[in-house]
């Protein structure tokens, strides 16, 4: 599913029309984002939680060329689903 097909659904869902479910969901998008930009940890009950992981700095290797190259410390976004949602894809 992409986002105009999700567009679509939450418009199916609610008696939204498509162009305030696209406000909607994209106000959602962009809330998450600058809540994980500001390293903050988004916990949706019933689906799961959003965070940020730090990655070291590590020592990487180019596949051409077998050099070794420094690979900067970063932030990632990740995402743990909560049991209900492992559940409910499981069956």
Known sequence: MNKA???NA???K?????KDSETA????????TAALAE???????????????????????DPRSNEAIPIAA???PTFKACKALKDAVAK
């Open 5 to 7: 097909e999700l567009i």
């Open 10 to 12: 939450v418009a199916e």
């Open 14 to 18: 609610t008696a939204l029309s498509k």
């Open 25 to 32: 969901v994209t106000a959602t998008f962009e809330v998450i």
């Open 39 to 61: 390293c903050e940890e988004v916990r949706l009950v019933g689906f799961g939680t959003f965070g940020v992981k730090k990655r070291e700095a590590r020592m990487g290797r």
């Open 74 to 76: 970063t932030r990632v």
